[in-house]
């Protein structure tokens, strides 16, 4: 690991440069600890129902016991796919309690995305939204999975209310198209049958891969990232040790907009906040910016966490000034770069400052942050978090001075062990002695802080989230009517990027209509391409690779 951390001397007074990681066995064993001290305390609350720390141990203790009744074994993987609701702390608790892995799933996902999932990671069993059982349905029986366990939008609701928002949901909005699955149950059951079993006594270890979070990594269609315990512990203790001192050790209201299937939100809302004794305030449908405000309006806000088309979308819209930010501490802006005007902005609506922090999937994923007390150097990505190292490397993997541009490396305990069964990708991106090459370009300014300059990959980030090329390529081509095809990200004012596609027609008659339709049926929304060119022929090198660069200049060329 580097001796040279200059970064050290400008940590704000408070935090450590490391921390221990190798206090706990388990994640379990350190949440079990923190569901007793805060046992009183509300932990998560979503529209206006709260469940105390003691209710989230209790009702998860069940759902582990339920799912190891059902013969689900340590190692077993199961997936979870639903948006922000109660059921997903409860649902997240209880598998890991039962040693089972967990495979978060975006549930805007096309079936073609679920079955690639699923089936890469071998998934025996799932809790869904029922909004989302019917793609399920088209090709669970493709997959391992023996095990389905459905809920609804108000099912923890309670009483009336979630009744009305059930009603609201499939009768209304009409949001649930009809399925049929065998053999399922909902979730309220399983609860319930729960507190019939217990868990048997397992060895929880530190190398154990509790999580696969799916990601493209610097190249090709997705892979599982497996996080473990290790891992996880190691980046909740980090960014606690980093959001502790401006906290002040009180019980905060931390709204919650981004989806906990992210890691971001996993790692920094559910985790870390939860270390810290905060109240998770979750928001299921974060493009609702009116839901947004509300919760802002309900509760005092110490903690937001988001993205930059989050905070630039709520500062547009007219009844945010209306807000009272007086409790607002911290607010975290990760996922994707923050503009400069988007953070002054912030600064000056909410009087906190827009923080930019820095990770990846394989890294749990956060390596560096700025300092929220607001004097770190915006536009850069701050400094490595306790027991972090940074280094940045030329193509031959030599290591170059303050100031040279390269490919940053990261070091520290909450690098992932690999990609799930796939050696030789992890090879590509872990050395033998455990640094990971992000792709990304940057260099080390002053202070020891960070800037990215540009991707060594092709990967396009769009409102926070990664779109890989070679999948959406690969996908287009198997279109009858299209003969080749490339994609590149165009730069976008509120997303970051878009995808555009670039596409050969192998039959004339093939309409941009067509190409749309086709992409909606298998791609989620941030992966379908926004723009459609067509070309008679595409660059190439001269053993004929598609030179997405050349694309990429052309298109820059173009909107100057």
Request: proline share 5%; net charge positive; charged share 20%.
């Amino acid at each position: 690991m580097s001796q040279n951390r200059p970064w050290l001397a400008h940590y704000p007074e408070g935090i450590p440069a490391n921390v221990n990681v190798d206090g706990y066995q388990s994640l379990t064993q350190m949440l079990s600890e923190v569901f007793q001290k805060y046992s009183a305390q509300p932990a998560f609350s979503c529209m206006g129902k709260t469940l105390s720390f003691k209710e989230i141990d209790t009702l998860s203790t069940q759902f582990g016991a339920y799912l190891h009744h059902l013969g689900l074994e340590k190692g077993d993987r199961i997936a979870l796919m639903m948006p922000n609701l109660l059921q997903y702390p409860i649902a997240l608790f209880g598998a890991l309690k039962a040693g089972l892995i967990v495979v978060a799933t975006n549930p805007l996902y096309t079936p073609r995305e679920m079955k690639h999932q699923f089936t890469d990671s071998g998934a025996k069993a799932i809790v869904i939204c029922e909004n989302f059982a019917s793609n399920l349905q088209e090709i669970i029986g493709e997959t391992d999975i023996k095990h389905v366990i459905t809920t609804s939008i108000g099912e923890l609701l309670g009483g009336v209310k979630g009744s009305v928002v059930n009603f609201m949901v499939r009768k209304v909005k009409r949001m649930v198209p009809a399925y049929s699955i065998n053999n399922k149950i909902e979730f309220k059951t399983a609860l319930k049958e729960g507190k019939k079993y217990s868990i048997p006594q397992m060895e929880f270890k530190p190398n154990d891969t509790i999580l696969l979070q799916y990601t493209g990594g610097t190249t090709g269609v997705s892979k599982g990232a497996e996080l473990t315990n290790r891992n996880l512990l190691a980046n909740m203790l980090q960014l606690k040790a980093i959001m502790e001192p401006y906290l002040k050790g009180k019980s905060n209201d931390c709204l919650c907009p981004l989806p906990m299937y992210h890691i971001f939100a996993l790692s920094c809302n559910c985790l870390t906040l939860m270390s810290l004794g905060g109240h998770n305030v979750l928001v299921t449908n974060a493009r609702d910016l009116s839901s947004v405000i509300k919760e802002f309006k309900n509760y005092k806000i110490t903690l937001m966490t988001g993205v930059n088309t989050l905070f630039n979308a709520l500062l547009n819209h007219k009844d945010f000034g209306s807000v009272d930010f007086s409790s607002l501490r911290i607010t975290v802006g990760g996922g994707m770069a923050v503009q400069d005007a988007v953070a002054n902005k912030w600064k000056e609506v909410t009087g906190c400052f827009l923080c930019e922090g820095y990770g990846m999937t394989e890294a749990s994923p956060v390596v560096s942050a700025n300092p929220f007390d607001g004097s770190g150097i915006i536009g850069s990505v701050g400094m490595p978090i306790p027991s972090t190292d940074f280094r940045v490397v030329d193509e031959d993997g030599k290591v170059l001075p303050e100031g040279e541009v390269g490919e940053i490396q990261v070091h520290g305990p909450q690098v992932m062990k690999g990609y799930y069964n796939k050696p030789e990708e992890t090879k590509k991106v872990l050395t033998s002695d455990g640094w990971l090459s992000t792709g990304d370009i940057g260099k080390m300014i002053d202070r020891g802080y960070y800037k990215i300059v540009d991707r060594k990959k092709d990967m396009i980030l769009v409102s926070g989230f990664n779109v890989f090329p070679n999948e959406v390529e690969d996908v287009l081509v198997k279109h009858p009517k299209i003969l080749e095809a490339a994609v590149i990200g165009k730069p976008d004012s509120k997303s970051g990027e878009v995808v555009k596609a670039f596409i050969v027609k192998g039959d004339k008659s093939l309409t941009e209509k067509e190409v749309s339709e086709y992409c909606k049926e298998n791609f989620t929304g941030y992966k379908k391409p926004r723009y459609i060119e067509f070309r008679a022929e595409l660059p190439k090198t001269n053993v004929g690779k598609i030179l997405r660069r050349t694309l990429r200049e052309e298109e820059i060329a173009k909107n100057q």
